[in-house]
Nanobody
């Protein structure tokens, strides 16, 4: 099993940027897909973005296309979520999750490995 740990959350003004990190331990991300999810208070969990480590599949929610970018560092076994032009509606707890396979955009219940989450607060 891969263990995940997010970092990089914080408070940012609307229009600002943050980069979240998702570091894996226990095993490498090879053969996994990595997804970023967020959940705001009182709202359902939203699948924000994800990619297969092989590079065969990538997904961005319409709400973040053009503003968020996912990337990775193989040497560090870490995935990133670069968030630009942040909006107050982006205030949420952001979690990374992983599952073995190639298809990214699947229900959260199919992602078996989760980090603890990191809070992102966007002030207006």
């Amino acid at each position: 099993q891969v263990q995940l740990a997010e970092s990089g959350g914080g408070l940012v003004q609307a229009g600002g940027s943050l980069t979240l990190s998702c570091a894996a331990s226990g095993r490498t991300f090879e053969s996994y897909v990595v997804g970023w999810f967020r959940q705001a208070p009182g709202k359902e969990r939203e699948f924000v973005a994800g990619f297969s480590w092989s590079g065969s599949d990538t997904y961005y929610a319409d709400s973040v296309k053009g503003r968020f970018t996912i990337s990775r560092d193989n040497a560090k076994n870490t995935a990133y979520l670069q968030m630009n032009s942040l909006e107050p509606e982006g205030t949420a707890v952001y979690c990374c999750a992983a599952r073995q396979g190639e298809v990214v955009h699947l229900p959260a219940s199919l992602y078996k490995n989760w980090g603890q989450g990191t809070q992102v607060t966007v002030s207006s």
